[in-house]
């Protein structure tokens, strides 16, 4: 089936500086893949939408200055947290489309816990 | 646009007990319905999807969901819960036809007890 890598599990970075996440899609081609925020004990938010070989799509209130997303390939979509602050401590989930599934895939990566002290 | 509504934050159930998880949707347009499971700390794992056809769609591991349009709902089920069933469960909807994001509702945390 379906795999998606989301690296690393888990960072902790300092205040100030910037941490890139990276997801994969194992063994399939992924022309779009989906970042997500969760904060505890919370519901999954949309961040942005990443298309392969364009410009991602932010959601309102998401800083497209903060919270870079680069699709360079058809498997590999980055999010990168520049000058992280405290506040952006969070878990970050990645999520692929399958396109060529006519059963609407979408498969989650395993999320990315950020502390940022 | 649409929404979900997730009824529930918390369910607790003991072990062999039957669990209902209540989901509520609000779309202009035809939608695909799915239920998620996420355990602590990881990502989220497909437990079933509707899309078309039979409204009652099945999970290997024992969960069901029907899909009753004329209530938007997509409420899952399962006749007899284990421990491992333990995890927060999310229902999640995409506009059938062309849209491709999924709006996800708040998650109900299911806590099996022996």
């Known amino acids: 089936g379906a795999v998606v890598s989301q690296h690393p599990s888990r960072v902790i970075c300092k205040s100030g500086t910037s941490v890139k996440i990276e997801c994969r899609s194992l063994d399939f081609q992924a022309t779009t893949m989906f970042w997500y925020r969760q904060f505890p004990k919370q519901s999954l938010m949309l961040m942005a939408t990443?298309?392969?070989?364009?410009?991602?799509?932010?959601e309102q209130g998401v800083e497209k200055d903060k919270f870079l997303i680069n699709h360079a390939s058809l498997t590999l979509s980055t999010l990168t947290v520049t000058s992280a602050h405290p506040e952006d401590s969070s878990f970050y989930i990645c999520s692929a489309r399958d396109t060529k599934q006519p059963n609407y895939g979408y498969t989650f990566g395993s999320g990315t816990r950020l502390t940022v002290v | 646009a649409q929404s979900v509504t997730q009824l529930d934050s918390q369910v607790p159930v003991f072990e062999e007990a039957p669990v209902e998880l209540r989901c509520n949707y609000s779309?202009?347009?035809?939608?695909?319905l799915f239920w998620y499971v996420q355990y602590p700390n990881q990502g989220l794992q497909l437990l079933l999807k509707?899309?078309?056809?039979?409204?009652l769609v099945k999970s290997i591991n024992g969960f069901e969901a029907e899909f009753n349009k004329s209530q938007t709902s997509f409420h899952l089920r399962k006749p007899s819960v284990h421990i491992s069933d333990t995890a927060e469960y999310f229902c999640?909807?995409?506009?059938?036809?062309?849209?491709?994001?999924?709006?996800f509702g708040g998650g109900t945390r299911v806590l099996v007890k022996p």
């Open positions: 990443s298309n392969e070989g364009s410009k991602a799509t932010y």
């Open positions: 779309s202009s347009v035809s939608v695909y």
């Open positions: 999640a909807v995409t506009p059938g036809a062309a849209g491709n994001k999924l709006t």
């Open positions: 509707y899309l078309s056809g039979s409204t």
